[in-house]
């Protein structure tokens, strides 16, 4: 079945920082998702981005579906930006998300 | 607008016997997804309905869970004979559309977390 790495595992940084999270995947996918778990475990869903650019505030994602990988950008980052960060696929053809293992991020005041 | 809801908030109970678990979606969301989370572990897919149809459930972890969606609204997940590797958080999320593949924002409710002894 189609894989999916994140990179970084872990990544620590000052507020203010900027970043940028990478998602790899294995196969064609027609649906890419990227989720935010903060410490107390609440999730959020970011972006829906299986080709293209979109941007939301101090979050941007890009996706190069025909080299298989997404990037997370995370621009000026504050305290709350810390938690994981989680990208889901869809293989093309199938209604199952496939996740990533996660990117923990810990921004410092 | 209320959001996802999930109950109970917490469930202990002993290996072999039966737990259902209820999710209430966003009130006229048509998507209903279910994940789980195991300790300190990561994100794992179970089930999505499109109202009240699951086109997929090969994402269930074996044939002691199972899901059913009634009304296009409340969603229950059975795990019968429960086992201490089903000892998870699990987590409900819904979303407006009809489709698997759209662009819709999933909403994810907080968890009913389970324990099995």
């Known amino acids: 079945g189609i894989q999916v790495e994140q990179s970084p595992p872990d990544l620590i940084l000052q507020e203010g920082a900027n970043s940028t999270l990478r998602c790899n995947f294995s196969?064609?996918?027609?649906?890419l998702q990227w989720f935010h778990q903060n410490p107390w475990g609440q999730l959020i869903n970011l972006f829906y981005i299986p080709s293209g650019t979109k941007q939301n505030g101090r979050l941007s994602a890009t996706t190069v579906a025909t080299e298989r990988y997404s990037l997370l950008y995370i621009s000026s980052s504050q305290t709350t930006d810390s938690g994981v960060y989680f990208c889901a696929v869809v293989n093309s053809g199938t209604y199952k998300y496939i996740f990533g293992t996660g990117t923990r991020l810990k921004v410092l005041a | 607008g209320a959001g996802v809801s999930q109950s109970p908030s917490n469930k202990v109970t002993e290996k072999g016997k039966d737990v259902e678990l209820r999710c209430d979606p966003i009130s006229g969301h048509t998507a209903l997804y279910w994940y789980r989370q195991s300790l300190g572990q990561g994100l794992e897919f179970l089930i999505y309905f499109q109202g009240n149809s699951a086109p997929d459930k090969s994402g269930l972890p074996s044939d002691r869970f199972s899901a059913e969606r009634t009304g296009g609204s409340v969603s229950t997940l059975t795990i019968q004979r429960t086992q201490q590797e089903d000892s998870a958080v699990y987590l409900c999320?819904?979303?407006?559309?009809?489709?698997?593949?759209?662009?819709?924002?999933?909403?994810f409710g907080p968890g009913t977390r389970l324990l099995v002894l």
């Open positions: 196969d064609s996918v027609n649906n």
């Open positions: 999320a819904s979303s407006l559309a009809a489709g698997f593949y759209t662009q819709e924002t999933q909403y």
